[in-house]
């Protein structure tokens, strides 16, 4: 039976003993990754400034799991307002520019705290060797 592993990121973690995600065989799990800054608690930032944090966590939660966001197939996004989505395209279409190769993306209402205007977990299938 394959062993689960926790993935630990210093630019990503949680204030709870949580990881930022877990590997069980190729299955790669995130936690929900946000674009709040903990450094400043008291301003959450635009949406724009939290989807950009938040895309460049995914990023690095995915190095620190040993792939890349090429591994990613499915992302969960919850957002206060689902009809602002065009913060969250820009950053998608730079993440994934090729229409081709893009995984599938699901777009919730969700009741958020703290400041959140956007949060996601994902789904991604790693190498057999990572």
């Given at each position: ?6 993935i ?9 003993p949580?990881p930022?995600?877990?590997?069980l065989?190729?299955i ?24 950009a944090l ?7 939660i995915m ?21 602002d ?13 090729d229409?081709a190769?893009r995984p599938?993306?699901q777009?919730?209402h969700?009741?958020?705290d ?9 789904m ?7």
């Amino acid at each position: 039976m394959p062993r689960r592993k926790a993935i630990y990121t210093e630019a990503f973690s949680h204030s709870n003993p949580i990881p930022a995600a877990c590997q069980l065989g190729n299955i790669l799990m995130t936690g929900i990754v946000n674009g709040i800054d903990p450094a400043k608690p008291d301003d959450p930032g635009t949406l724009e400034q939290q989807c950009a944090l938040m895309f460049s966590r995914i990023s690095e939660i995915m190095k620190a799991a040993g792939g890349s966001t090429d591994n990613i197939v499915k992302l969960n996004v919850q957002m206060a307002d689902v009809s602002d989505r065009k913060a969250v395209n820009v950053e998608w279409t730079k993440m994934f520019p090729d229409a081709a190769a893009r995984p599938v993306r699901q777009t919730l209402h969700a009741v958020l705290d703290r400041g959140k205007l956007i949060q996601c977990d994902i789904m991604a299938v790693m190498d057999q060797s990572t």
